[in-house]
């Protein structure tokens, strides 16, 4: 029976003997590339577990072999990892970006369907619409406001639908908290299932991090992590994770071992760090979120605040919303009055928040989506999805609140002409 004990209580012991290492308290850094087998009995048993040509007897484990294969860093931070979605199995890689990728292409064959919500990352639209295009995989894309019919009829009217082999989403979507309905993807991906073409169920809940939001429980076959955000939560490395059960993870790890995108030893062992804290400073994160959308809604330079603390409570954000997560996060995007040259001003004011992609760190980030992260989008998607030019997207960290607040109030203060904005007639 899987212990009762909550995953923070266990992100320091859980997966790790120290009477396997000298009996140090935390995992040494197994700087290895290659184990040393006891007897040539036990490394042809390894191999034979490795490579599946016989099953798993009872109790036993695949012994360590080489290090793109298996290490204990590695195996250590992806049992811990379970424990935040309560997974069966999860798959750690050098970036985000390389678990996403070897995720499409082991779910994916050229003549095959993708379809997927917009807005996705920069890297995963580029992967999608241009390299697996190029290897013949075609997709569809569906925004936030579409019901589940209109998909449905978008993949019947492409003559593929049989094709169909992956819905992938990413929810809350990048930059302005959007949300998709898992439960209604897993319904989609039923509807479109035959006994010849399976239709797995992909999330990337980067946006929200681990704590909050359990798509395996709602029905996702995958949920995708770019560890570099809250799960690294440092700014100080690059890696990924694809979590779910055990087949589908037996499937990304084999084709991870001949892609050879694992995480090093090292940064497996910074993140075990990393994991230790993770709540505390998830928790510090939301609740100065909390305060800064708070004072983003009352100021009059300020027109939109996206935050998923503010939704209106009879939509149907709010309705999902309440199916999928224990809380509204830390990243809050929000509508400078006026446009590019009001955010530049404002941005380029601010003293302690740092202008920088990426998120989920323990510094505040600040960027402006509509010429950073996505700059590249067609001005037609950036519309729909509301990405302004006055738009601002703030990845909120663990400082003091009201050091954050009084930065970003002394920055909005010293935008030129807003007053001539509001001031100007209708
Ligand atoms: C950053 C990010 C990625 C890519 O991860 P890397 O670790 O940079 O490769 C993928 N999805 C989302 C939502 C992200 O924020």
Excluded at 84 to 89: G, N, Q, T, V
């Amino acid at each position: 029976m899987k212990s009762a004990i909550h995953p923070e209580s266990l992100m320091m012991t859980y997966g790790y003997k120290p009477e396997l290492s000298e009996g140090a308290v935390k995992p040494p850094i197994f700087q290895t590339s290659t184990f040393v087998f006891k007897t040539a009995e036990e490394g042809k048993a390894f191999f034979e577990i490795a490579y599946g040509l016989r099953a798993k007897k009872k109790n036993e484990e695949l012994g360590l072999i080489y290090s793109r294969i298996n290490n204990p860093n590695l195996e250590i931070l992806e049992d811990r990892l379970c424990l935040w979605d309560k997974a069966e199995k999860c798959a750690v890689f050098e970036s985000g970006m390389s678990a996403i990728s070897t995720v499409l292409l082991e779910f994916l064959k050229p003549g095959n369907l993708l379809l997927y919500s917009l807005p996705v990352y920069g890297g995963t639209d580029h992967f999608i619409n241009h390299f697996l295009k190029n290897i013949g995989v075609e997709s569809i894309g569906f925004r936030p406001d579409q019901s589940k019919e209109e998909i449905i009829k978008m993949v019947e009217d492409s003559g593929k639908a049989h094709k169909l082999s992956l819905v992938y989403i990413e929810t809350p979507a990048n930059p302005t908290n959007e949300l998709i309905d898992i439960e209604m993807c897993r319904e989609i991906a039923d509807y479109f299932e035959t006994p010849e073409q399976s239709v797995h169920l992909a999330t990337d809940n980067t946006y929200m991090g681990p704590l909050w939001s359990h798509p395996l429980q709602l029905g996702a076959d995958l949920v995708i992590y770019s560890a570099t955000k809250y799960i690294g939560g440092h700014s100080d490395l690059i890696a990924g994770a694809v979590l779910g059960n055990t087949e589908v993870i037996g499937r990304v790890k084999t084709l991870r071992t001949f892609l050879g995108n694992m995480a090093s030893p090292h940064t497996c062992w910074l993140l075990l760090r990393s994991l230790e804290t993770l709540k505390v400073r998830m928790e510090q994160q939301a609740k100065n979120a909390q305060e800064i959308a708070h004072f983003l809604t009352q100021h009059p330079n300020i027109s939109k605040v996206h935050y998923l603390g503010c939704l209106d409570k009879s939509s149907k954000s709010y309705e999902v919303y309440k199916r999928q997560y224990t809380s509204p996060g830390a990243m809050i995007a929000f509508e400078i009055k006026g446009g590019e040259k009001e955010a530049f001003q404002f941005l380029n004011q601010l003293k302690l928040i740092k202008l920088a992609v990426s998120l989920g760190s323990t510094e505040s980030l600040i960027q402006h989506p509509a010429t950073m992260t996505h700059t590249g989008l067609c001005p037609d998607l950036k519309a729909k999805i509301g990405i302004t030019s006055g738009l601002i997207r703030l990845s909120v960290g663990v400082e003091n609140y009201e050091d954050l607040i009084s930065d970003i109030n002394n920055a909005l203060n010293k935008i030129n002409t807003p007053k001539n904005v509001l001031a100007t007639p209708v």
